[in-house]
């Protein structure tokens, strides 16, 4: 695709944001509209996955003023099937996301974009893990990231630095064909997704980004690590089912005619 022709999406999967998204989006909105930075058409989707607040009010009337936000809504919770859902219903040639709280520095954010729509990349990662990247966060958190990481790279032998990071971008024919094959509707998802993109062959390319933590997460740190790890099991039996039905028999087929022993 041409960079300079291309369309983006960015999609904000929200959840009872009622508050931070009136703070985020017109923040997101100026860096966007700044064509010095980032010289590409875009759309602003709001992904309301089940919000019981006045999220859905606040999304609407941002939609009123910015000809650029849409929202879509969705019953079923879980960030990773907002992302998936917003994505496929978007004609973008880049597809985008980022969390509302807008902890990764919107700075990062063109060579994201840059890195799919020039087709160095089929997906792009903010990583908060490798060389470049500046983190800003408790050490609970950097030490559950870090021993993340490992686990995912011994049981899924994934490459990447940083698996979860909301700031992630991938090109429209990418996510038409990964999408469907991605199972995990919640945190998971992230990790599912780069896991299978690694399997099947699509090149990946990771943006060091700044990162600081929002002290008002409402993330469940441990749970949702519990879950990542029961994610991890799960691909990880897929993988020794596929790699079991690619083995070739070794005994070969069996001898026709009169089988060894038998009598004439």
């Known amino acids: 695709m041409s960079v ?68 879509v809504q969705f019953s079923e919770r879980g960030r990773g099937g907002a992302v998936k859902r917003a994505w496929l219903g978007s004609e973008a040639e880049v597809l985008t996301y980022m969390d509302v709280d ?36 408790g050490w609970r958190r950097e030490l559950i990231s870090r021993v993340y990481v490992r686990l995912a790279r011994a049981v899924c032998r994934l490459r990447c630095s940083d698996a979860q990071c909301g700031f992630k971008a991938i090109s429209r024919f990418a996510a038409q064909t990964l999408l469907p094959q991605v199972e995990d509707n919640g945190w998971f998802f992230d990790t599912e997704l780069l896991v299978r993109a690694q399997w099947a062959g699509w090149r990946i390319a990771e943006v060091p980004v700044k990162w600081t933590e929002d002290r008002d997460s409402r993330v469940k740190i441990f749970r949702t690590a519990w879950e990542d790890v029961r994610g991890l099991m799960r691909l990880r039996r897929e993988l020794a089912r596929n790699r079991k039905a690619e083995k070739p028999d070794l005994a070969g087929p069996e001898p026709s005619g009169k089988k060894m022993g038998a009598k004439k």
């Open 4 to 71: 300079a022709r291309a369309m983006i999406s960015v999609t904000l999967p929200v959840l009872n944001e009622q508050t931070r998204l009136p703070r985020s989006l017109p923040r997101l909105g100026q860096f966007l509209r700044d064509g010095a930075r980032l010289p590409f058409e875009f759309e602003i989707v709001i992904a309301d996955n089940g919000s019981t607040d006045r999220t859905q009010e606040v999304a609407e009337r941002f939609c009123r003023e910015l000809p650029e936000v849409r929202v």
């Open 102 to 137: 807008l902890a990764t520095d919107l700075d990062a954010f063109p060579a994201l974009v840059v890195a799919v729509a020039s087709g160095r990349a089929d997906i792009a990662i903010g990583s908060r893990l490798m060389a470049g990247s500046e983190t800003n966060r």
